[in-house]
């Protein structure tokens, strides 16, 4: 894993570091339908706000990532949904998965696949991939400079 600075996205970081670290950490890796759940803020638009304000991306970054909370985040209060680093989710990916006509309120990913989702666009994405919609898969054992993750944790009533 390569060390960022502690207010930076980790990333360089392969799917299955990324699930360890959420279940050490009493967490877990979103499922697709949860992160876009949270990536949508409650809208139906391909972003919450104007990308630029919003978002590290391939026109403003300089080429790296930058400090977590220095884009305005949406109403769900949550930053960097979009840009800055992709994002490992726990799902495995196919291809037209979501794309059958009908969609549960919150549909589980395939059981089984070759390469894991990953979601949100990075420093290095073009602005048309640094939307909500945007769905992206490596294998996971890839690492790289763009990728991430974040943890969830279930709600306690």
Same mark, same amino acid.
């Given at each position: 894993?390569?060390r960022?600075?502690? @207010?930076?996205?980790?990333? %360089?970081?392969?799917?299955?570091? /990324? #699930? %360890?670290?959420? =279940?050490?950490?009493?967490?877990?890796?979103?499922?697709? $339908?949860?992160?876009?759940?949270? $990536? =949508?803020?409650?809208? #139906?638009? /391909?972003?919450? !706000?104007?990308?630029? @304000?919003?978002?590290?991306?391939?026109?403003n970054?300089?080429?790296?990532?930058?400090?977590?909370? &220095?884009?305005?985040?949406?109403?769900?209060?949550?930053? #960097?949904?979009? !840009? %800055? $680093?992709?994002?490992?989710?726990?799902?495995?990916?196919?291809?037209?998965? +979501?794309? %059958?006509? &009908?969609? @549960?309120?919150?549909?589980?990913?395939? !059981?089984?696949?070759?390469?894991?989702?990953?979601?949100?666009?990075?420093?290095?994405?073009?602005?048309?991939?640094?939307?909500?919609? +945007?769905?992206?898969?490596?294998?996971?054992?890839?690492? $790289?400079?763009?990728? !991430?993750?974040?943890?969830?944790?279930?709600?306690t009533?």
């Open positions: 894993i390569f960022q600075a502690d @207010d930076q996205p980790q990333v %360089n970081v392969r799917w299955n570091e /990324a #699930d %360890n670290y959420c =279940r050490w950490s009493h967490g877990r890796l979103p499922t697709e $339908a949860e992160w876009e759940y949270a $990536a =949508r803020d409650g809208k #139906d638009q /391909a972003r919450y !706000g104007a990308l630029d @304000d919003i978002a590290w991306y391939l026109n970054s300089k080429g790296t990532t930058h400090s977590v909370g &220095t884009r305005s985040p949406g109403t769900y209060k949550l930053n #960097d949904m979009l !840009g %800055n $680093a992709f994002e490992w989710c726990g799902d495995w990916y196919q291809k037209d998965y +979501y794309s %059958n006509g &009908t969609v @549960d309120k919150d549909p589980q990913g395939p !059981g089984a696949g070759l390469s894991k989702v990953v979601r949100g666009g990075s420093w290095n994405s073009l602005a048309a991939t640094v939307r909500v919609s +945007y769905r992206h898969h490596f294998v996971p054992s890839y690492r $790289a400079s763009v990728i !991430g993750f974040r943890c969830v944790r279930e709600a009533p």
